[in-house]
């Protein structure tokens, strides 16, 4: 009796004990529920019933993988309990392990499985049977993952019970974790929608800074921020309109500085930019409100004046003349800038924009021809205009056929009264213009980047002629007018040694240099100079006192001559002027070892002057006008002054330097 009743109270504390083990998985199963039912933050939410779902079925480790949208990866978004942190973050395709036969299947995985599968399957999933235990999560629409559960603690395998309860949980939970996706999803959504609105934001405000530079950019140059050619082709239309409405004039002035390109070339084009930044707010500073100033290129301006007539026009253009008087100051160097100025006025010189900007362009290239600063259009300048097109095609052809041919002007020493050397000149004997000068073709082989090629010719024919001079017994020095930008060019001193060698003349070579030289990179133009002395070569500063000497500089530079420009020359008889700069350059040339050449000897008279002003070396036509080779030599056997010898030397070769 005793026994039996022992056995009663035993079933009923084991009954009582699964009673409240009963109550502890409903108490949890509803907590559960309840907490994920109220949080929407995905991640929480399966960190949760990881935790819970663990303490349910009493796992070493529980584990939630997650399909992807895609449903061919799956990623272990959750976990708790023993390792879980080398796991959760891993992602492995679908068909890897009992999460892909889960899937599969849609069905649960425990050991109980086994029975179900085939021979081959059972052997394959024998050893992972009775630690693994696994459910599917589905949701309303489709397979979310599954809850996964790994070794029981205490070393028992999962039970049914255990299938059943986590069965259970993960229904409840699968709208929960639904739930939560969709509310990621729509999180994920409104954060790309806010990212792509800020992109959109961005984007919208480069591109309207983009349209505005490119507004801008349409509309003015970059470099000085003044209207382009479209811009003042606009002023120049609206102020023709109210010209014809209100019957008053309009004046477009073309503005082109001079000598710009050798500033460029010899000091660089950062210098060179910041003269047309001065330059541009020197020339705004001269005009009213109502006129416009625009760049229209490279050194070119144009100005727009409206309303306007003849005379206010002229005293605008000497305006803007007289700002460039004083010196221009970038970093260390000192700028002296002129410019020339073209004019065209509506509507004498055209009636619409583009005959207005034709004619007074035109203009400027008559004025800067003539050296008269300013001009104002004639039909004699469109002519000019036209013929100065079709000059670069003829020049092309004309170095291309050899068609240019050097005259020489002879060179007259003061002191033997001998004829000691000579100038080259080129000149251009076209089949229907005539006999072309170097002014009216220098400056467009500048422009075309022809005048290297050009150079290298003179050179060529120089030299090849004063060879045969050599030859001859005449020792006659030969002098070649360069531009300083070619003896920057850094294959010009070998080329010139090639010839040199060639020709075998040591010492009878002179380059003359415009003073422009002293604008040039002084450090590059000093090593130059100093390998062409080494060659024999001598070098003469040409139209001495219109330029941009440096005294300084012009002491250390192995100069051999000075040159009195012509113009000093000419006026000395009549000007006191002209007379005292020719005295002071002899003096100062003397002083610093240097020969003296006065170009522009006219007359007996001003001969006289220089020889009694210690002059070395005089050229003119008073002792000759340039002359081709054929009268050159013949003006030499019947001249009344002899001409050097080999063994003679004139002074000008005799001169330190």
């Known amino acids: 009796m005793s026994d039996t009743i022992a056995k009663l109270e035993h079933q009923l504390q084991i009954l009582q004990a699964e ?4 109550e502890y998985e409903i108490d949890l199963l509803r907590e559960t529920a309840t907490a994920v039912g109220s949080e929407l933050n995905l991640d929480k939410v399966l960190q949760l019933i990881a935790e819970r ?14 399909l992807n ?21 891993e992602s492995l395709p679908l068909d890897f392990g009992v999460c892909g036969w889960v899937w599969e299947h849609k069905r649960p995985w425990w050991r109980g499985m086994l029975d179900e599968l085939s021979e081959a399957e059972k052997n394959r999933w024998e050893k992972e049977a009775g ?21 029981k603690r205490g070393g028992e395998e999962f039970s049914r019970q255990d299938l059943n309860l986590l069965s259970l949980f993960a229904s409840q939970v699968a709208i929960a974790i639904e739930n939560a996706m969709a509310v990621h999803r729509l999180d994920q959504a409104r954060e790309e929608a806010e990212t792509y609105q800020n992109e959109l934001q961005q984007l919208n405000s480069r591109l309207q800074a983009t349209n505005q530079e490119l507004e801008f950019l349409s509309l003015y140059d970059p470099l000085t921020a003044l209207p382009n050619r479209s811009l003042l082709r606009d002023r120049i239309q609206q102020g023709l309109a109210a010209a014809q409405r209100d019957g008053g004039g309009l004046a477009v002035l073309v503005i082109d500085l001079d000598r710009f390109k050798e500033i460029n070339d010899a000091l660089g084009h950062e210098v060179g930019d910041q003269l047309l930044k001065q330059v541009s707010n020197r020339f705004a500073a001269e005009l009213r409100h109502s006129d416009t100033i625009g760049r229209l290129g490279g050194d070119e301006f144009a100005v727009v004046l409206a309303p306007a007539e003849t005379q206010a026009v002229t005293r605008v253009a000497n305006a803007l003349l007289e700002a460039l008087a004083t010196p221009f100051i970038i970093g260390s160097h000192r700028l002296a800038v002129t410019a020339s100025i073209g004019i065209a006025l509506y509507p004498e010189h055209g009636e619409d924009a583009g005959t207005l900007f034709q004619h007074a362009d ?63 000149l080129a000149r251009w004997p076209h089949r229907k213009r005539g006999l072309v000068m170097p002014d009216s073709f220098i400056p467009a082989l500048e422009q075309t980047g022809l005048i290297q090629q050009f150079n290298f010719w003179v050179l060529d024919a120089a030299l090849e002629q004063c060879a045969a001079w050599q030859a001859r017994g005449w020792s006659l020095g030969v002098a070649v007018n360069l531009p300083v930008t070619s003896l920057l060019d850094p294959n010009f001193v070998g080329e010139l040694a090639q010839r040199l060698e060639r020709w075998e003349l040591w010492d009878k070579l002179t380059l003359e240099i415009t003073e422009n030289l002293f604008l040039s990179d002084y450090d590059r133009l000093t090593e130059v100079f100093g390998q062409l002395r080494d060659l024999g070569v001598n070098f003469s500063i040409d139209d001495f006192g219109t330029g941009h000497s440096s005294l300084s500089r012009l002491r250390q530079l192995p100069v051999s001559e000075l040159k009195i420009d012509r113009s000093f020359v000419m006026g000395m008889a009549q000007n006191a002027d002209d007379a005292t700069i020719v005295r002071s350059t002899i003096d100062l040339a003397h002083n610093l070892g240097h020969a003296v050449v006065a170009e522009g000897v ?22 000759s006008r340039p002359l081709p080779v054929a009268e050159f030599e013949a003006f030499v056997e019947d001249a009344a002054w002899p001409i050097a010898r080999p063994q003679e030397q004139h002074l000008g070769f005799l001169k330190p330097g």
Do not use: W
Not at 55 to 66: G, K, Q, S, V
Not at 137 to 143: A, K
């Open 362 to 424: 035109a203009a400027m290239y008559a004025a800067k021809r003539d050296r008269c600063s300013v001009g104002f259009y004639n039909s004699e300048v469109e002519e000019n205009s036209l013929g100065r097109l079709t000059l670069v095609s003829d020049l092309r052809h004309a170095l291309n056929e050899s068609e240019f041919e050097l005259y020489y002007q002879p060179k007259l020493d003061l002191a033997s009264n001998n004829i000691i050397g000579v100038e080259a």
């Open 53 to 66: 779902a663990r303490e349910l079925i009493d796992a070493e480790t529980l584990l939630i993988p997650i």
């Open 69 to 89: 949208r895609e449903c061919d990866e799956y990623t272990y978004r959750a976990g708790a309990g023993r390792g879980v942190e080398e796991i959760v973050g």
């Open 602 to 623: 006219e007359n007996d008279s001003i001969l006289q002057q220089l020889k009694q002003l210690d002059c070395d070396i005089i050229q003119g036509y008073h002792i």
């Open 19 to 22: 009673l409240r083990q009963r």
């Open 131 to 151: 630690t693994l235990i696994m459910v599917p999560l589905i949701g309303r629409e489709h397979f979310l993952g599954g809850i996964a559960g790994i070794n």
